[in-house]
């Protein structure tokens, strides 16, 4: 992937969006009530050859450098859909804020599918 050149308060920023993709992956893993993340609805023969972003997480960048984030995730049956959604995007905002220091103009999550084998581990 080409790197991408964000300009902040304190100068330029050199970050490769697999490095972004991985950040928000992984935060988004860690909230309760997320299955997994979802495929997205690419065909299978256009992943083979595309350069895109990982499963279930789409970075993009604008014109003036804000990054928007899009997340297609599968939630467990029972679990608040806008409580998940909003911890989902709290945590990927403070995970990049801490870890790169780049803030996401937009975090959208979308929930692609209710879950309903469980596998709770004794709780």
Same mark, same amino acid.
């Given at each position: 992937?080409?790197?991408?050149?964000?300009?902040? *308060?304190?100068?330029?920023?050199?970050?490769?969006?697999?490095i972004?993709?991985?950040?928000?992956?992984?935060?988004?893993?860690?909230?309760?009530?997320?299955?997994?993340?979802?495929?997205? %609805?690419?065909?299978?023969?256009?992943?083979?050859?595309?350069? %895109?972003?990982? *499963?279930?997480?789409?970075?993009r960048?604008? @014109? =003036?450098?804000?990054?928007?984030?899009?997340?297609?995730?599968?939630?467990?049956?029972? %679990?608040?859909?806008? *409580? /998940?959604?909003?911890?989902?995007?709290?945590n990927?905002?403070? =995970?990049?804020?801490?870890? /790169? %220091?780049?803030? @996401?103009?937009?975090? =959208?999550?979308?929930?692609?599918?209710?879950?309903?084998?469980?596998?709770?581990?004794?709780?």
């Amino acid at each position: 992937m080409a790197d991408t050149k964000l300009y902040g *308060e304190g100068g330029k920023i050199t970050c490769d969006k697999n490095i972004l993709t991985s950040i928000v992956s992984l935060a988004t893993k860690e909230i309760k009530g997320v299955a997994r993340l979802s495929k997205t %609805e690419t065909p299978w023969y256009k992943k083979l050859f595309s350069k %895109e972003d990982g *499963e279930g997480v789409k970075v993009r960048f604008d @014109a =003036n450098g804000a990054v928007k984030i899009d997340v297609y995730v599968d939630v467990y049956i029972g %679990e608040s859909v806008p *409580e /998940v959604a909003f911890k989902i995007q709290e945590n990927i905002k403070n =995970n990049l804020s801490s870890m /790169v %220091e780049i803030k @996401a103009s937009n975090i =959208n999550v979308h929930v692609m599918e209710v879950i309903c084998d469980r596998i709770d581990s004794g709780v």
